[in-house]
């Protein structure tokens, strides 16, 4: 490569980053700020994190959307999982065109289509047979579940289509039946995609508003509901510094993860 | 599943009888764990994705009414114990000579593709940087441009008010520099709304660049310089076509969320801003017409259903051919 070249990709990727980082980082750097105006800097402070600690609100509805973006995650991984075997191990079944269009629609459906859907169905559920009773959690879970178990889908189906299927073929000539050979061989394999599945089931759930605030009740606020109405007013410190502890969390994550993949590359080139 | 003695116990059946039987279990299991395997994710997105939509498409054939759901029933018990089937199309009519709603079906088009546009040209540098970077910094700038994406849409979005507003960190900035004299109005307007989409989309352009970028065989281009092509050249007649389905995969993966987004108009764009997502959410949640609401989001599923069958077809070929 010539030194001309890498300068100008060198000047690519600072710029790029800039880009993606900076907002960030003044997000950061203003949660700190004792002035409550943006502009303005009135000395460093953590008066807006012990006030974000006190918001009842915000606490409340952290703790709805964690239990929804758990429960989301489980059910998304194994439907998600389920899915991409499908899509990987039948290659010939009946409207396979169908569920392959469905596995992968909500992956780039606009937000507001699934929302009104799923909301528009729950409505006519209830009418005819009662169930659901209501909107709140339930239905909120079950309209997560069906966006994310998508992501899922895509990340197992990727880790399963790079699968020696001879090590499947030797299980299965040695004896063993097709679920000890899904539990033994193939779920220790593609354990590591599960999790980062779960993980982007949980993180989608958490920040998802637009289907939320369709399919949600009364009394059913989560976080990111809350964040959307305090930001329609403005810049508030309070969000600056729940907008920290995101970035803190998931940064946290992503070197761990970064750096077990890193370790396990490693490994496997030993 | 387990019915039946297991092999090992009929040692005094003969060889042939007991790998007969071994054949017939093991095909019935398979088929049985298959049927299992597909029942269970095929019927619940039967259930909670197709259905849903085909609920939509019969709403938005129905009429508002003052009732608990807003609107009239599609089949309805007529005089005489005959059943009246209800169609109105109407809310299409509406849609079609409303100039509110083509024009806002109009600038989300403009709008996502102008983005994608922009998210081409700032990403593919990018997914070329990392791509030709050394192996160990590779996987460092990948996670860079992932990190973001993990971390809140709507607080990242909720970031650009800050540095956008009238009192703003920029405005801030370019008025101590003596750039300008008063504050530029950066704030809700469309340039606000074309950098938020820019700026939220970007790793799905960046990722699947970077993925084709990648696998590409560098030995084609050293042959295109030892035949004397100019590296400008080997770009585009090597480099390029060979990254199409990078390309094409993510602009997809921007363009057709962009066309349905609500949040970033929503919150960085204009009163004049009007884009499909943002109509639908008003006239669901402020207006409570749900037959027009259900007739914007079908009219949107049409305008995005020649690109998302493209975005499954790209998706079919790259699983097949991994395969």
New interface residues.
């Given amino acids: 490569m010539t030194g001309r070249r890498s300068f100008w990709l060198f000047t690519a990727l600072a710029f790029g980053y800039a880009f993606l980082y900076l907002p960030i980082v003044t997000l950061i750097v203003y949660s700190f700020n004792d002035s409550r105006l943006v502009t303005v800097w009135g000395g460093f402070s953590t008066r807006w994190y012990a006030e974000l600690f006190r918001n009842e609100q915000i606490l409340s509805a952290l703790w709805l959307s964690v239990r929804i973006a758990a429960m989301t995650a489980t059910l998304a991984v194994i439907l998600g999982t389920l899915a991409a075997l499908t899509l990987v191990r039948f290659t010939h079944f009946r409207t396979r065109m169908l569920f392959a269009g469905m596995v992968a629609a909500p992956l780039v459906m606009p937000e507001v289509i699934l929302g009104l859907s799923a909301l528009l169905m729950f409505v006519t559920l209830e009418q005819a047979i009662g169930w659901p009773p209501g909107r709140g959690m339930t239905t909120i879970t079950i309209a997560h579940v069906t966006f994310t178990s998508a992501f899922v889908a895509v990340i197992v189906q990727s880790r399963l289509s790079q699968l020696d299927v001879n090590l499947e073929e030797a299980a299965m000539d040695l004896g063993a039946r097709p679920w000890k050979v899904f539990f033994v061989i193939i779920l220790p394999i593609i354990s590591p995609a599960l999790i980062a599945g779960w993980l982007l089931g949980f993180t989608l759930s958490m920040d998802d508003l637009v289907i939320a605030s369709f399919v949600s009740g009364p009394g059913a606020t989560t976080l990111p509901m809350v964040v959307y109405s305090s930001v329609r007013l403005g810049v508030s410190p309070q969000v600056n510094a729940l907008a920290t502890l995101i970035v803190v969390v998931v940064a946290t994550g992503v070197i761990i993860a970064g750096w077990l993949l890193h370790r396990q590359a490693r490994r496997a080139g030993r | 599943?387990?019915t039946g003695p297991a092999?090992a116990d009929t040692a005094g059946a003969s060889s042939l009888k007991r790998r007969f039987e071994?054949g017939v279990k093991?095909l019935t299991?398979?088929r049985l764990?298959?049927a299992a395997?597909?029942a269970?994710?095929?019927s619940?997105?039967?259930l909670?994705?197709?259905?849903?939509?085909l609920?939509?498409l019969k709403?938005s054939l129905a009429e508002i009414a003052l009732a608990s759901?807003p609107y009239t029933p599609m089949l309805q018990w007529a005089e005489e114990r005959t059943l009246a089937l209800q169609v109105h199309i109407g809310n299409y009519a509406y849609l079609w000579q409303d100039p509110l709603y083509v024009g806002a079906y109009m600038n989300s088009l403009k709008v996502a593709a102008v983005s994608t546009v922009f998210c081409l040209l700032?990403?593919y540098?990018?997914a070329?940087?990392?791509a030709?970077?050394p192996a160990g910094w590779r996987?460092?700038?990948l996670?860079?441009?992932?990190?973001?994406f993990?971390?809140?849409?709507?607080?990242?979005v909720?970031?650009?008010?800050?540095?956008l507003?009238g009192?703003?960190?920029i405005n801030?900035l370019l008025l101590s520099i003596g750039l300008i004299d008063q504050p530029l109005v950066l704030l809700h307007s469309n340039f606000a709304v074309y950098l938020g989409i820019v700026?939220s989309y970007?790793p799905f352009m960046i990722l699947p660049l970077y993925a084709t970028l990648v696998r590409m065989d560098l030995t084609l281009l050293e042959a295109a310089a030892d035949l004397g092509c100019p590296?400008w050249k080997a770009f585009l007649t090597v480099t390029l076509p060979l990254s199409m389905p990078g390309v094409i995969a993510g602009s997809?993966?921007v363009f057709?969320?962009a066309?349905?987004?609500?949040?970033i108009p929503?919150?960085l764009g204009g009163p004049d801003s009007l884009m499909i997502?943002r109509v639908?959410?008003t006239e669901?949640?402020s207006n409570r017409d749900?037959p027009v609401?259900?007739a914007v989001?079908i009219a949107?599923?049409a305008v995005?259903l020649i690109?998302?069958l493209l975005?499954?077809r790209v998706?079919?070929r790259e699983?097949t051919r991994?395969?």
């Fill in positions: 599943m387990n092999p071994r093991s299991q398979g764990g298959r395997v597909i269970l994710p095929y619940w997105l039967l909670f994705l197709l259905l849903p939509i609920i939509v709403i759901p700032i990403g540098p990018m070329y940087g990392i030709r970077a996987i460092v700038l996670m860079l441009v992932i990190l973001p993990w971390t809140s849409f709507l607080i990242r909720y970031a650009w008010i800050g540095l507003q009192n703003g960190l801030h700026y970007l590296p997809l993966l057709i969320p066309v349905g987004e609500f949040v929503d919150l997502g639908l959410w669901f949640f749900w609401a259900a989001a949107m599923l995005i690109p998302l975005f499954q998706g079919e699983t991994e395969r």
